[in-house]
């Protein structure tokens, strides 16, 4: 899902990039237009601001990608368990954004004042019980899609509830995080074919530049190391080049739909070869930048562009292995994404 740095000692910042101008506190303006309840049209809007803030609903985008990747590496063309597979990827992913602010809440009051929660805009058993109804809606759309899928699902969503309130802090967060993005990925492979073997090593390099990114993400409100930018960007190289050179076999699960396009098609190459070119220009730039200089606002910008970069990651997984339809409609997000995160934060 969306990084997000460790706490006090290790400061948190909401995930990238955060703009550390903001001044409001609890007392200001946010909290009496939208904790008060008020019932004109700018109270409502303010109030539906507010969660799209504690939501991040921008970051949404970088969400479907995921199961179509996962879905791809079956054989299989997208179906309606698929969807379901979206749809519950997308309520786990809201419930971490919700539980994080939930658990942050003491740190934010004295470094982000400005979001939902200290700003007294949501208050903070709204936050805790919608992240345990969008868990719970999660898990029941996953077991719509089957078995398998649930079985995927439960793990994800404890992966993402163990990050938010115990692992976050500890050398182990950008492990779980990883972790969860990873199993993302499976439950649209499960979901959509039965079978996770063959989205393993998908998962596997979509966990990696999960892994990097969060790690980079560490540094975003003191700076740090220009060591790890360096990594990551290490890292990016690798796996475009893995994307460009390793074309990925269609999974070994029966397929049901004998037209899916083969790996090796001139139209598939060449589009994983772009998509992969993209990957790195979005991740590749910002993280070159915080390694010359690793200061908060250029490591944000890296992070940022690590979450934004999911999407042709995404994209090019898809593409390699042989699921044109899906790698296009994954990258046509990207431009959408883009234009919802100049009006609400991806943070």
């Known amino acids: ?26 007392s200001q303006g946010p909290r009496a237009g939208t904790a008060s309840g008020a019932g004109d049209g700018d109270g409502a809007g303010a109030r539906a601001r507010a969660w799209a803030e504690l939501l991040r609903l921008p970051a949404l985008f970088t969400v479907p990608g995921d199961a179509l990747a996962g879905a791809a590496t ?37 470094e982000r004042p400005h979001r939902p929660l200290p700003s007294g805009r949501i208050r903070p058993p709204a936050a805790l019980v919608a992240a345990g109804a969008l868990t719970a809606v999660g898990l029941a759309l996953a077991a719509r899609a089957g078995r398998p899928a649930l079985a995927v699902a ?37 979901a959509t074919g039965g079978s996770a073997r063959p989205a393993l090593p998908s998962a596997l390099t979509l966990a990696t530049h999960t892994l990097a990114v969060t790690t980079v993400s560490r540094g975003e409100t003191r700076g740090g190391s220009p060591l790890t930018p360096l990594a990551a ?56 930048h915080a390694a010359l200089n690793p200061s908060p606002p250029l490591t944000q910008r890296a992070v940022g562009g690590g979450i934004r970069a999911m999407i042709p990651l995404q994209a090019a997984l898809a593409a390699r292995s042989g699921a044109l339809a899906s790698a296009l409609l994954t990258a046509a997000l990207a431009p959408a994404a883009r234009r919802f995160a100049r009006k609400v934060s991806v943070t």
Request: proline share 13%; net charge neutral; charged share 10%.
């Open 233 to 288: 960007l290490a890292t990016t190289g690798t796996l475009a080049w893995t994307l460009t050179r390793t074309p990925q076999a269609p999974g070994t699960a029966p397929s049901r739909c004998p037209a899916a396009v083969p790996a090796r098609h001139p139209a598939a190459d060449t589009l994983r070869t772009v998509l992969a070119a993209a990957f790195v220009a979005t991740s590749g730039s910002p993280l070159l």
């Open 74 to 110: 079956t054989g299989n063309r997208p179906n309606p368990r698929t969807l379901l597979a979206i749809a519950s990827s997308l309520c786990l992913y809201e419930a971490g954004m919700a539980l994080n602010d939930w658990a942050d809440q003491a740190e934010d009051a004295l």
């Open 154 to 190: 439960a793990p994800l969503a404890a992966t993402v509830w163990a990050y938010d309130l115990a692992l976050k802090r500890t050398p182990a967060g950008p492990a779980a995080m990883a972790t969860a993005r990873g199993l993302d990925l499976l439950l649209g492979a499960t």
């Open 1 to 26: 899902m969306t990084p997000r740095p460790p706490g006090p000692d290790q400061p948190t910042t909401t995930s990238p990039p955060q703009s550390p101008t903001s001044t409001s506190t609890p």
